[in-house]
Structure formats: structure tokens, C-alpha cells
């Protein structure tokens, strides 16, 4: 069984920096992004930055988030980590870690937040002005 298990949700005051993890086990299929999803009150679910799990230099970006946010992950530890620089308001959601299997199907164009196959439980997110 797959399971996502995030952390390191909190309160931040604008400009400042969280750091959120996501623990993940349960799955041995190669072929598959993982990341980071935002869904903020009365919005849509986002996708914010993934990763291929066959080369650790492809990543997906939102615009919103480029220059500010960082994913990584240490594959020891089946951890997968976004470092949130420069926080803004605007950045204020609940944050999910995702995992999409069977990334090559999607061919050249990164997958959806609707087509996410297993979800964390998400974590909260808050920027103060």
C-alpha cells in the first residue's frame, strides 16, 4: 500500500522559509513523478514542483514557485522535501505530497493535479503579512 506522509506545515510570516517533507513507502514501480500539490481555500488543487523518478534533473516548476521553491529528495530515505524560500501570502494552502504512476504515459507534458493516483493527507501552509 502506498503511503505519502507529510510534515512541516506551520505559520510564517512573509519573506520567510518552510521546510516541508514527505515520507513515502509502499510502492516499487520505477516509472513515476512525485511532488508537491497546493490547494488553497475556495481554489483549485495545483500542481507546485515534481520530480521524475527516472532522473532527478527533470522537474516540473509551477511559474508561481520558480526562483523561491526548491524539491529534492533523498532516495535513502524515501523522502522527498520542499524547501519554501521568500514565502508570500499568496502561498497560503494546504500542501500535499502526490505520486503519479506511470509517468512515461504522459509523454512530454507533465500530469495534472487531477490525474494524481495517491495523495498524502496535506499539510498546512500559512503566510502572514
Known amino acids: 500500500e502506498v503511503q505519502l506522509v507529510e510534515s512541516g506545515g506551520g505559520l510564517v510570516q512573509a519573506g520567510g522559509s518552510l521546510t516541508l517533507s514527505c515520507a513515502a513507502s509502499?510502492?516499487?514501480?520505477?516509472?513515476?513523478?512525485i511532488g508537491w500539490f497546493r490547494q488553497a481555500p475556495g481554489k483549485a488543487r495545483e500542481g507546485v514542483a515534481y520530480i521524475n523518478s527516472s532522473s532527478d534533473d527533470n522537474i516540473y516548476y509551477d511559474d508561481s514557485v520558480k526562483g523561491r521553491f526548491t524539491i529534492s529528495t533523498d532516495n535513502a530515505k524515501n523522502t522527498i522535501y520542499l524547501q519554501m524560500n521568500s514565502l508570500k501570502p499568496e502561498d497560503t494552502a494546504v500542501y500535499y505530497c502526490g505520486l503519479i504512476w506511470g509517468l512515461s504515459l504522459y509523454g512530454s507534458r507533465w500530469p495534472e493535479a487531477n490525474e494524481v493516483d495517491y495523495w498524502g493527507q496535506g499539510t498546512q501552509v500559512t503566510v502572514s503579512s
Open positions: 509502499g510502492f516499487t514501480f520505477d516509472d513515476y513523478a
